[in-house]
Structures are given as structure tokens and as C-alpha cells.
């Protein structure tokens, strides 16, 4: 079994970003086009698939950090605000948009709540993301030779 701490984040996400929007019980929103990341942004997102690269991320940390809510997402999707000629200052994330990324994943049957103590990996979402993860290190692997010892 690969380990998805193993593989590099950037790739494994967007071959979990491309999987998951081949999925057709998935819906990109409407809102999606005008929403930004949190009140430590000026501006929406210029890539247009931000959403299925969401929720594949947000997928992943509740694979790694689980189980964990909502506030502690939105803390790890947050950032600074510019406040002038005053010290920056830390911002959460949406907790909107962290909020409609588990329950997409939840009824999807990847997340599930674990009583109080928050959201953590269901065995559909463990056993996706491992597929995943060794599909992206193969892949990386006939590049680079010395990766082969991962899978």
C-alpha cells in the first residue's frame, strides 16, 4: 500500500482533482464563479477548477489530520490580512466553503463525523486516495528511477 504522505502533494492533488471530476454525482455550483477563499483575499480564484482541487484537498487533510471540524480547516486554508501600515494580522478561511466541502464529501461516502470529535476518513475515501497515490508515484516513478522504492 503507498502512503499518501509519501507522494507530493501538488500531484497527488490534481490527479485526485481530475478523478473526482470525472465523478458524475458531483455538481459544480452556481456560487462558485463568485466566491473567494476567505476576508484575507481581495479576489475570487482565477483557476476555474477550484473547486474539484478543494475538494480533493480537503479529502487529503482529513486523511492526514482526522478527525478534525470545521474550524480547524478553515485555520488551515486561512491566511493574513493586510491591514495597512499595521502588522499583518491571521485570518481563517471560509468556513462556508470548508463547511459544503464535507458535506459533499460525506454524501459522497468519503468523510464521515465521528460523534463529536469531527470528520475522519470513511474506507471508501481511504481506499481512493491510496489508488490515487500509487497511480501518481508509477507515474513518477518511470521519470525519476529512484521513487520505485515508495510503491
Same mark, same amino acid.
Given at each position: 500500500?503507498?502512503?499518501?504522505?509519501?507522494?507530493?502533494?501538488?500531484?497527488?492533488?490534481?490527479?485526485?482533482?481530475?478523478?473526482?471530476?470525472?465523478?458524475?454525482?458531483?455538481?459544480?455550483?452556481?456560487?462558485?464563479?463568485?466566491?473567494?477563499?476567505? %476576508?484575507? *483575499?481581495?479576489?475570487?480564484?482565477?483557476?476555474?477548477?477550484?473547486? /474539484? $482541487? #478543494?475538494?480533493?484537498? +480537503?479529502?487529503?487533510? @482529513?486523511?492526514?489530520?482526522?478527525?478534525?471540524?470545521?474550524?480547524?480547516?478553515?485555520?488551515?486554508?486561512?491566511?493574513?490580512?493586510?491591514?495597512?501600515?499595521?502588522?499583518?494580522?491571521?485570518?481563517?478561511?471560509?468556513?462556508? %466553503?470548508? *463547511?459544503?466541502?464535507?458535506?459533499?464529501?460525506?454524501?459522497?461516502? /468519503? $468523510? #464521515?463525523?465521528?460523534? +463529536?470529535?469531527?470528520? @475522519?476518513?470513511?474506507?471508501?475515501?481511504?481506499?481512493?486516495?491510496?489508488?490515487?497515490?500509487?497511480?501518481?508515484?508509477?507515474?513518477?516513478?518511470?521519470?525519476?528511477?529512484?521513487?520505485?522504492?515508495?510503491?
Amino acid at each position: 500500500m503507498t502512503d499518501p504522505r509519501k507522494v507530493p502533494p501538488d500531484a497527488l492533488l490534481s490527479a485526485l482533482a481530475e478523478k473526482l471530476k470525472l465523478d458524475d454525482r458531483i455538481k459544480e455550483p452556481e456560487w462558485t464563479k463568485y466566491l473567494k477563499a476567505g %476576508i484575507h *483575499r481581495e479576489r475570487p480564484w482565477q483557476n476555474d477548477d477550484w473547486y /474539484y $482541487v #478543494r475538494l480533493a484537498s +480537503t479529502l487529503r487533510k @482529513v486523511y492526514l489530520n482526522g478527525p478534525v471540524g470545521i474550524s480547524r480547516l478553515s485555520e488551515e486554508y486561512g491566511g493574513k490580512v493586510d491591514r495597512g501600515s499595521k502588522r499583518y494580522h491571521p485570518a481563517k478561511g471560509s468556513r462556508f %466553503i470548508v *463547511r459544503h466541502m464535507l458535506q459533499t464529501l460525506e454524501s459522497l461516502g /468519503y $468523510v #464521515r463525523k465521528d460523534g +463529536t470529535k469531527g470528520r @475522519v476518513i470513511s474506507p471508501q475515501g481511504q481506499s481512493l486516495i491510496d489508488k490515487v497515490s500509487r497511480e501518481v508515484l508509477q507515474k513518477l516513478a518511470e521519470k525519476e528511477p529512484s521513487l520505485a522504492k515508495y510503491i
